[in-house]
């Protein structure tokens, strides 16, 4: 069974309209990653966290909160979509830092209009 | 800059042809990682390597970390294949075990 699930699969807001995208991860790992991937840029970094109720900034994340409730669970807010933000999202976790390997989610689809 | 480079970018092959796919790296690194992604699809790792060969059926994955690069090796290709295949690393000293993906190479396989 998938060890990473995102929810939902894919979306479409409208602009300035709050968007909240889940992640759930079940490897016990401690850190989680939010990713965005466009075309030409491959993915990229928006938020990550090593703890609950910790998150750090990635290498893009203006625009962009995190939460992280819970050891399993890392959330990616939109307060205010734009259409910048049409992209699709990837969720990831890790068990220790230090170059282990990261397990992705099935990715979800955003379309700002 | 940046700091994974793919090549090639795209690359066409007859079923039953052999392929390199190469990634370099401008700094040093602690890990690397293979993807596989259809159009539109999720990511599949495909291989976890920080240094060394590793091989699963068809695909063989070699990391040199002294020259910063890593390569995957795809032989018999099938159509099967076709996708885009992503390399990601992992920074030295970088906090958060982040990883710096490449641009991808987007590899064709025809019958």
């Known amino acids: 069974e998938a060890a990473v699930t995102q929810s939902p699969r894919s979306k479409v807001a409208v602009t300035g309209g709050k968007v909240t995208l889940s992640c759930h991860q079940t490897?016990?790992?401690?850190?989680m990653y939010w990713y965005r991937q466009d075309t030409g840029h491959g993915l990229r970094l928006i938020h990550y966290s090593y703890v609950a109720d910790s998150t750090e900034k990635g290498d893009i994340p203006d625009g962009y909160k995190a939460s992280r409730p819970s050891q399993e669970n890392f959330s990616l807010i939109l307060e205010l979509a734009s259409l910048s933000q049409t992209a699709v999202y990837f969720c990831a976790s890790s068990d220790e830092d230090w170059g282990d390997e990261q397990y992705f989610g099935p990715g979800t689809r955003l379309t700002v209009l | 800059g940046q700091q994974v480079q793919q090549s090639p970018t795209s690359l066409v092959l007859q079923e039953g042809e052999n392929a390199e796919l190469q990634c370099n790296f401008s700094t040093s690194l602690n890990s690397m990682q293979w993807f596989y992604q259809r159009p539109g699809g999720s990511l599949i790792s495909v291989f976890y390597n920080p240094s060394g060969t590793k091989q699963s059926g068809r695909l063989t994955s070699t990391t040199v970390i002294k020259e910063r690069r890593s390569s995957l090796h795809i032989s018999s290709s099938q159509i099967t294949d076709s996708g885009t295949y992503l390399c990601a690393m992992a920074p030295y000293g970088s906090s958060g075990n982040k990883l710096i993906f490449g641009i991808g190479t987007l590899l064709s396989v025809k019958p």
């Open positions: 490897n016990n790992h401690d850190y």
